[in-house]
């Protein structure tokens, strides 16, 4: 966003469509009770002890081809990350230079702090003005929890969710997600797989190296070499030490 940013690393809104368990009270001994009638039983017959239903392998995708959009400078990762959740969600395409350039100036120009440059807090306030929906930052403190707040909020809204990458200095798009167990059946889901767009590609990073292909699909340990926990500093004091996420609501 550089200015979410460091060197080679890229800086990091109309209304929305319709979418796309009796007991006998008896003190007499065992012995001088009656015996009950053969052909009577006033009892219920216990029933089985509820199970976890078992978690089925579940796959959302949104991504269909030419929703990728690279970022036309190493600065504007955040303009182009708003491009492709743009094309995402709608059903036109934005794609252009001097489009990413407005949404990028969009979201400096509501950042904070952010010394020149676009943070998640501009990025987050351009997403809600251009009508995609209401999009927040937060931060979870624990690295599988941001995934499943993610993943939920994915699946409950039908929209993606931004991911701030390299502590702080660059944006990537989350599209869809892989899952042992249905978000929206399940409290008890394990995600396996996340479907990310990094603007980047293909040039990647000298310091954080090459970047995935669009709409690939990456393990959580995979990605934790990128997504990483952040902590408060400048645009972010207002912010708990954890994972940021861009997140619709």
């Not at 550089?2 to 990091?12: G, K, M, N, R, T």
């Not at 400096?108 to 929906?133: C, H, K, M, Y």
């Not at 200095?169 to 167990?181: D, I, Q, Y």
């Amino acid at each position: 966003m550089p200015a979410l940013a460091d060197a080679q690393a890229p800086a990091v809104m109309s209304p929305l469509p319709a979418a796309r368990p009796s007991v006998d009270a008896s003190l007499a001994p065992a012995s001088e009770r009656p015996a009950p009638a053969p052909t009577a039983r006033s009892e219920r017959s216990p029933r089985p002890t509820p199970r976890s239903a078992p978690r089925r392998a579940f796959a959302m995708n949104l991504y269909q081809d030419g929703d990728f959009v690279p970022q036309h400078t190493f600065e504007w990762c955040v303009g182009a990350s708003v491009q492709m959740t743009w094309n995402l969600v709608r059903a036109d395409r934005r794609s252009s230079f001097r489009d990413q350039q407005r949404l990028w100036e969009m979201a400096r120009d509501r950042s904070e702090n952010a010394f020149g440059g676009a943070n998640p807090f501009g990025w987050a306030s351009v997403l809600t003005q251009i009508g995609l929906g209401r999009y927040e930052v937060v931060s979870i403190a624990d690295y599988d929890q941001a995934l499943r707040r993610a993943a939920s909020a994915l699946r409950e809204t039908n929209r993606p969710v931004g991911l701030v990458m390299w502590r702080g200095r660059h944006a990537w798009v989350m599209s869809g997600f892989e899952s042992r167990g249905d978000p929206a059946r399940t409290d008890d889901f394990v995600v396996t797989g996340i479907r990310v767009l990094d603007p980047l590609f293909p040039h990647g990073s000298s310091i954080w190296g090459p970047s995935p292909r669009p709409n690939d699909l990456i393990t959580p340990r995979e990605l934790a070499e990128d997504f990483l926990v952040r902590e408060p500093h400048n645009w972010s004091l207002d912010l708990s030490t954890g994972w940021l996420l861009v997140l619709p609501t």
